[in-house]
Nanobody, 114 residues
């Protein structure tokens, strides 16, 4: 069993920045792929960014150049640095860890003002 605890969400203005954190604990014996999804009101969940066990990132086109995903393996933690956020980035952000099954964080609200 793996638990993921997210933090760092909140209200941010366009032109500001925000960093989300996701710390994993429990039965973790490997460096696993991790990443972030988001779900906005009235929209389906979408993959924002992922990072593999070697630290190689991938991004949705909508956030490329603005968001940065990173990880600290010794802390089993993945981050999402959100620079130049836009109102359309407003969503609940969920982190995940991929093992034999996919484990999910509880979600953290990010609101970008107009």
């Amino acid at each position: 069993q793996v638990q993921l605890v997210e933090s760092g969400g909140g209200l941010v203005q366009p032109g500001g920045s925000l960093r989300l954190s996701c710390a994993a604990s429990g039965s973790i014996f490997s460096i696993n792929p991790m990443g972030w999804y988001r779900q906005a009101p009235g929209k389906e969940r979408e993959l924002v960014a992922s990072i593999n066990s070697s630290g190689r990132p991938n991004y949705a086109d909508s956030v490329k150049g603005r968001f940065t995903i990173s990880r600290e393996n010794a802390k089993n933690t993945v981050y999402l640095q959100m620079n130049e956020p836009k109102p359309e980035d407003t969503a609940v952000y969920y982190c995940y860890l991929q093992a034999l099954v996919r484990y999910w964080g509880q979600g953290t609200q990010v609101t970008v003002s107009s």
